[in-house]
């Protein structure tokens, strides 16, 4: 019998991956879903940097769920908390909506932890659920001012801005009384 090692056979394998990655961009490009004319008359330091942005948004994502998982007290690598969070892009992205990658974190993670993590591990999503809310809050207010001129233009956005600048700025206030320590 000749038997693959299991280098040979992860080679293999990593090898079919990438071929078929190839195979499912090129017949993107050649179905013409996708115009590289396009791409090719684009500034190429915008498109480095949007391929930046692409690198990061899941790199950060990983990054906060890792922390909330250390913070629940549950052992997690860095590299196995990339695979499942990238696992958990793709079922949110292709499968079971946008709730199914974290079901799916959930059990692994729960599975790996053992009985008494689990609701540590469902802990984990609903902390990393809030960041990401809090974050985003975060990136909006803070756009309000880049943005007065334009939106204050028009009497009826006038107001929806102005109450939304006043809710943002009540909002930061109330986080940083609740998070100071009482003296």
Request: overall charge positive; hydrophobic content about 60%.
């Amino acid at each position: 019998r000749n038997r693959m090692t299991p280098t040979a056979r992860s080679s293999v394998w990593r090898l079919a991956k990438a071929v078929l990655g190839l195979a499912v961009f090129a017949w993107v490009v050649y179905s013409g879903r996708v115009n590289l004319g396009r791409i090719a008359n684009a500034d190429p330091a915008f498109v480095a940097g949007g391929f930046a942005v692409l690198l990061l948004v899941p790199l950060a994502g990983v990054f906060r769920w890792w922390t909330a998982v250390r913070m629940q007290g549950i052992r997690l690598g860095l590299y196995p908390a990339f695979r499942l969070q990238m696992i958990g892009v793709l079922f949110n992205a292709f499968l079971l909506g946008s709730v199914g990658g974290d079901a799916l974190k959930v059990y692994y993670l729960a599975t790996g932890a053992g009985a008494e993590k689990k609701p540590a591990a469902v802990m984990t999503i609903a902390l990393d659920r809030l960041y990401g809310v809090v974050a985003l809050f975060l990136l909006v207010g803070s756009q309000i001012p880049f943005a007065w001129g334009v939106t204050t233009s028009g009497s009826r956005i006038a107001v929806f801005v102005g109450i939304a600048a006043g809710l943002y700025v009540l909002a930061i206030v109330g986080a940083v009384l609740l998070l100071i320590p009482r003296l």
